[in-house]
């Protein structure tokens, strides 16, 4: 855009002028979301790490015994926060992915043992309703 003829006085300086300032807004707006991103990733990071530690007490039963009930929740407590983990780091990674500083690694996925985890975390809420 800089060999746009700002200078001129007639309707091409104007719309040179607006598509000048609407590249400036929008470069402003794409800084602000990346930095958004990452902020708010690692602002999650915390409360996701503690709720994970409380749970793994419990589950190491430093309160008193568990229910074998109370074991399971406590497991899908602690799979829920390792997803959440996962969210939070994709969420910095599409920070770097848009900044160009994460390199890109595809491999393959185990769809068995995806579906086999997503049946255990769900399956004890399923059970309860």
Known sequence: PDDLPYD??????????????MT??????DRLKAEFMSVAGHELKT??????????LLLLEVHGTLTEQQSETLEAIIEQTEVMVRLVHRLLNIGRLEAGTYPLEIEAVEVRAM???????????ADEQ
């Open 115 to 125: 579906l086999d985890k997503l049946s255990r975390t769900f399956g004890v809420l």
């Open 47 to 56: 409360p996701i790490s503690a709720a994970r530690a409380h749970a793994d």
């Open 8 to 21: 001129r006085g007639d309707e091409i300086g104007d719309l040179s002028r607006s598509f000048r300032a």
């Open 24 to 29: 400036n807004r929008l470069a402003e707006l």
